[in-house]
């Protein structure tokens, strides 16, 4: 099983803002940029125009248990960030899912091609 880490420091973000490639539908952005090592990382970034503390708190849990309900089918060795666009305030976690889901398979995430649900 794949550990992740989180990314917490602001170049890290820039990092994967600047070099990476970038997913987006109407809830959330994805953006990714290998790392060179073979764990990954994950970063959330919501800003307060989303919310209050509580929705930005809910959303990175969301995403959090999303990501590692999943982990398994990612490859290793990324650093990937997600961003909450302002529909997220109200998207239910099973639309979270399937959105981070459809996009991580749109940016070529998953081993060998793996599949989860439609």
């Not at 990092?15 to 990476?20: E, F, I, L, M, T």
């Amino acid at each position: 099983m794949l550990f992740s880490d989180s990314l917490k420091k602001t170049d890290e973000f820039r990092n994967v803002y600047s070099k990476g490639k970038s997913y987006a539908d109407r809830n959330i952005v994805v953006y990714v940029w290998k790392n060179g090592s073979d764990r990954n990382h994950l970063g959330i970034s919501i800003s307060k125009k989303v919310g209050n503390s509580i929705v930005r708190h809910r959303f990175c849990r969301l995403i959090r248990e999303i990501y590692r309900l999943h982990e398994n089918i990612f490859n290793s060795g990324l650093d990937i960030v997600v961003v909450a666009r302002s529909c997220a305030k109200e998207a239910s976690y099973h639309t979270l899912e399937e959105s981070f889901i459809k996009l991580a398979g749109n940016a070529h995430l998953m081993k060998n091609g793996e599949q989860v649900g439609n």
